[in-house]
């Protein structure tokens, strides 16, 4: 089992950045790849990025490309999103979440990731 905590979220003004950590407990972290997902009101749940067990891969969505970094602490069994450049449409709840099975490679799907966290919000005005 792995339990996950989002944190770091708040209000930042458009250009502006903010970095956003996900805390995880339970032993298999280190061996799951981990991914971080926004849905902002009256929308889908999208994918931002993921990043491998090792941390020697990444994958992100077109929109964030460039701006958002995606990494990983093992040792410290936390993920992180770093965000700049942000944008008003980067506005959103943002959770992360880890996949199955250990060792698998990062996916963009949802219904990959078995664990998820609560989520944390970040809104950025224009």
């Known amino acids: 089992q792995v339990q996950l905590v989002e944190s770091g979220g708040g209000l930042v003004q458009a250009g502006g950045s903010i970095r956003l950590s996900c805390a995880a407990s339970?032993?298999?972290?280190?061996?799951?790849?981990m991914g971080w997902f926004r849905q902002a009101p009256g929308k889908e749940r999208e994918f931002v990025a993921a990043i491998i067990w090792s941390g020697g891969a990444t994958s992100y969505a077109d929109s964030v490309k460039g701006r958002f970094t995606i990494s990983r602490d093992n040792a410290k069994n936390t993920v992180y999103l770093q965000m700049n450049s942000l944008k008003p449409e980067d506005t959103a709840v943002y959770f992360c979440?880890?996949?199955?099975?250990?060792?698998?490679?990062?996916?963009?799907?949802?219904?990959?990731?078995?664990?998820w966290g609560q989520g944390t919000q970040v809104t950025v005005s224009s």
């Open positions: 339970g032993r298999t972290f280190s061996s799951r790849a």
């Open positions: 979440a880890a996949r199955s099975p250990a060792y698998g490679p990062v996916s963009t799907a949802a219904a990959d990731y078995h664990y």
